[in-house]
C-alpha cells in the first residue's frame, strides 16, 4: 500500500487545514486508518484512529478539534483540523492496517503543517 498525504501548509493560529491522504496498491485489505503526528523534537504521536465499523477514536490533545474520515470507494482518508494551536505544529502522517495475516501497518511521508501565533 502507498499513501500520499497533502495539505499541510502555513496557518494562522485559529485557523483550519483539512489533510487529505491517497491511498493505492492492494487497499481492499485495509481496516483501521489514522493520523499521527510528529512535533520538533518530540515523540510522533497517534492523534486520531478511524476503524472499518466507523467507531473513531482521538488523543486528548485534539479531541473535540480534529475529526477524522474516510471515503473507502476513492481510497482517500481526511483530516480536518480546526481551531489550530502553534502545539498542533508538525509533520503529520497517515497510516492505514492491513490486518493479514500477516498485520501489517503502512504509512506515507507526511506532510507538514506550521502553525503560527
Known amino acids: 500500500v502507498q499513501l500520499q498525504a497533502s495539505g499541510g501548509g502555513l496557518v494562522q493560529a485559529g485557523g483550519s487545514l483539512r489533510l487529505s491522504c491517497a491511498a493505492s496498491g492492494s487497499t481492499a485489505n485495509i481496516s483501521a486508518v489514522g493520523w499521527t503526528r510528529q512535533a520538533p523534537g518530540k515523540q510522533r504521536e497517534l492523534v486520531a484512529v478511524?476503524?472499518?465499523?466507523?467507531?473513531?477514536n482521538y488523543s486528548g490533545s485534539v479531541k473535540g478539534q480534529f475529526t477524522i474520515s474516510r471515503d473507502s470507494a476513492v481510497n482517500m482518508v481526511y483530516l480536518q483540523m480546526n481551531n489550530l494551536k502553534s502545539e498542533d505544529t508538525g509533520i503529520y502522517y497517515c497510516e492505514v492496517v492491513s490486518p493479514g495475516p500477516p498485520r501489517e501497518v503502512y504509512w506515507g511521508q507526511g506532510t507538514l503543517v506550521t502553525v503560527s501565533s
Open positions: 478511524l476503524t472499518t465499523g466507523g467507531a473513531s
